[in-house]
């Protein structure tokens, strides 16, 4: 199970906006052998599922769209996405691996300029 994001997917989140702050891995990359420096942070499995936010509203409606993540074994995915009595407001994402079904549902929610917790 893959606990991270790839350097590049930390990267994409935080050129969207996500604050470095909320990666909690900072790996060291040796550039020599007697030297190194650290790199860009990188988000962890438990960053991202901070960030998502628990609950959306919508348009000022009383009913709430709650958080979703399931196995899908029909396509042998993880899907997540905000789920309302069947209407889902941002997502659906589906990916082998949990962490990157959860960073599309990032995206896809900051490419609709929702507010992350």
């Not at 628990?54 to 905000?82: F, N, P, Q, S």
């Not at 949990?98 to 896809?108: E, Y």
């Amino acid at each position: 199970m893959k606990t991270t994001l790839t350097i590049e997917q930390s990267a994409e989140l935080i050129k969207r906006g996500v604050t470095k702050d909320k990666a909690s891995k900072l790996p060291l990359c040796a550039t020599s052998p007697d030297e190194s420096r650290w790199s860009e942070p990188i988000f962890t499995l438990t960053d991202i599922l901070s960030i998502l936010p628990k609950v959306l509203h919508k348009d000022g409606l009383a009913y709430h769209y709650v958080l979703t993540i399931y196995w899908d074994e029909d396509i042998k995915a993880w899907r997540a996405m905000y789920d309302a009595i069947g209407d889902n407001i941002a997502g659906d994402c589906a990916a082998p691996e949990l962490i990157d079904a959860l960073f599309a549902l990032i995206i896809s929610l900051l490419d609709n300029h929702v507010k992350l917790d």
